[in-house]
């Protein structure tokens, strides 16, 4: 019988087990656990982290609630940005299948997700396009500051609004909407996103 998982070259970092258990009908790759924070009094796992991203970049994906950022905050402070690939689930509500209550947020962790939706979201990984994606992608901060996505007094708010639109959480920094966004969309797409003319950017 043929194994249709997708082959993914770098470790993956998810919060807990039953994470892990969902990625595992999707993809063939090491997959880490956090142990939830567990993480913030486990030395042996920051040790470990570290280790493997000397050699790898490691995937990070959380879920898309405070303590999924929390815990992704953790992570980034103790490795190199360089050294990570941040990916995203979008705040679905909704209840997991084995428990009879809804988180405290109401949305659905990275258990919760449809193979379909991690199916797409590690596809890229699987056949070297997110390589080739982020060679040719011009995106910058100086796009996001042109298209008030930083540096303006509304810019939390339009960012958060441009992230729900790509299914990513609210709250991100700058630099983590840069990195999601350059992974998720072409140079073209962002700016047809944005209602922008790629001329503007020249002019400015």
């Keep these: 019988m043929t194994d249709e998982r997708l082959l993914i070259p770098y470790p993956v970092i998810v919060e807990g087990r039953y994470d892990r258990l969902r990625l ?8 880490l ?6 993480l913030f009094n486990q030395r042996e796992k920051t040790t470990l982290f570290r280790a493997l991203a000397k050699k790898n970049p ?3 994906l959380t ?3 405070g303590a999924g950022k929390l815990i992704r905050s953790r992570i980034t402070s103790c490795i190199p940005a360089d050294r990570l690939i941040h990916l995203y689930v979008p705040r679905i509500e909704g209840v997991e299948k ?7 947020e109401g949305i659905l962790g990275v258990e919760g997700m449809e193979r379909e939706l991690l199916h797409k979201l590690f596809e890229p990984y699987a056949n070297g396009e997110i390589s080739r994606r982020l060679s040719e992608n011009p995106l910058s ?9 930083t540096g303006g007094s509304n810019s939390a708010e339009a960012r958060d609004a441009f992230a729900a639109g790509l299914g990513l959480p609210s709250g991100m920094t700058p630099n983590a909407l840069l990195a999601a966004v ?3 969309c072409t140079y073209e797409e962002y700016l047809a ?6 001329s503007k950017r020249k002019e400015e």
């Design 182 to 184: 350059r992974m998720l």
């Design 24 to 31: 595992e009908s999707v993809i063939r790759a090491q997959i």
């Design 58 to 60: 490691l995937i990070v």
């Design 63 to 65: 879920d898309s609630d």
């Design 33 to 38: 656990t956090t142990d939830g924070f567990g």
């Design 193 to 198: 996103l944005v209602g922008r003319n790629e």
């Design 98 to 104: 084995r428990k009879k209550t809804a988180s405290a």
């Design 141 to 149: 901060k100086t796009d996001f500051y042109i298209d008030g996505l």
